[in-house]
């Protein structure tokens, strides 16, 4: 999926409610298949298969389902376009005030405020707390507004005190940052998808947006707040670990097949990027399918 410049989605919320519930599943799936962005606080939930993220400069790759916590104004893909097995979808959208301006400040709400400014890097919540509140987003789906509210609230107390969660750690690409650049990453985008696979210099990429390699450089960190080699490393490391969740391949196809061309250096990478080798993942990912729920 290409990416260019952020649409922004006018998001209205449910008539009598104060913030915009939705459910989608394979008969009315409607997530948005286009690069987007909106002032509202974000949370998705996917019952179940492999999919991909794409936010900002942010690509990785989720499995057995997803529960994402996304702030506001981040460009980003709808969270199941490269999703084809059978799943359910739900969507909340809410904005920071969406109780009042002074709604996070009250004293009860101290842990939901600390994770409204965690979800502005983006956050991905796994395990029992993703089960646990995947099945009350969906039991969401079945009540009235007022209850559906009392039951936000929990959803939301209890993502703010879970253990389970990810930090995304993204620094998104401003909604605000002039159009002009925009086109230029949306070209920078398309050249690693298309290209990641074989070996290229910063040079090269410099002269698909038609600038200097110096200015490319001083442009890329600038938005992305990261230099070029890491987020390439980082892209190659997502495509790795996406390979990893099946069986069919080697470590040594796997590191060829992700753009690296060194299984040491991959390796390296590997663990730089997630911390762990990647027999590690592979073999963390098989005990979390294997384990109970």
């Not at 920078?188 to 696979?197: A, D, G, L």
Request: with cysteine.
């Amino acid at each position: 999926m290409r990416i260019g410049k952020p649409i922004f989605e006018n998001i209205q919320p449910t008539f009598g409610s104060s913030f915009t519930f939705r459910q989608f599943t394979e008969e009315n799936c409607s997530s948005l298949p286009y690069w987007h962005c909106h002032p509202e606080y974000e949370i998705v939930f996917i019952s179940n298969g492999r999919g991909k993220r794409q936010i900002a400069g942010h690509i990785s790759y989720y499995h057995e389902g997803d529960l994402v916590f996304l702030g506001p104004n981040i460009p980003h893909l709808g969270f199941a376009q490269e999703l084809y097995e059978e799943h359910q979808e739900i969507v909340i959208q809410l904005k920071g005030d969406f109780l009042g301006n002074d709604f996070l400040e009250k004293p009860e709400m101290g842990a939901v405020k600390q994770l409204f400014e965690r979800a502005k890097s983006g956050v991905t919540f796994y395990g029992h707390t993703k089960w646990v509140i995947g099945e009350m987003l969906t039991k969401m789906t079945q009540m009235d507004n007022f209850h559906r509210l009392l039951e936000l609230l929990r959803v939301l107390q209890l993502l703010a005190t879970s253990e389970d969660f990810v930090p995304l750690n993204i620094n998104h690409v401003s909604a605000e940052v002039k159009p002009q650049d925009h086109q230029r990453m949306r070209k920078v985008f398309e050249f690693v998808e298309e290209n990641f696979r074989r070996q290229f210099l910063q040079d090269e990429v410099a002269g698909h947006i038609n600038m200097t390699t110096p200015a490319f450089c001083r442009f890329f960190k600038k938005l992305n707040h990261k230099v070029f080699t890491d987020f390439l490393n980082e892209y190659r490391i997502a495509r790795a670990c996406n390979l990893l969740a099946g069986d069919s391949q080697s470590i040594s196809t796997v590191c060829f097949d992700s753009g690296f061309n060194n299984l040491s250096h991959f390796n390296k990478q590997f663990r730089l990027v997630t911390g762990q080798t990647p027999s590690e993942y592979r073999k963390s990912l098989r005990n979390f399918v294997m384990s109970p729920i």
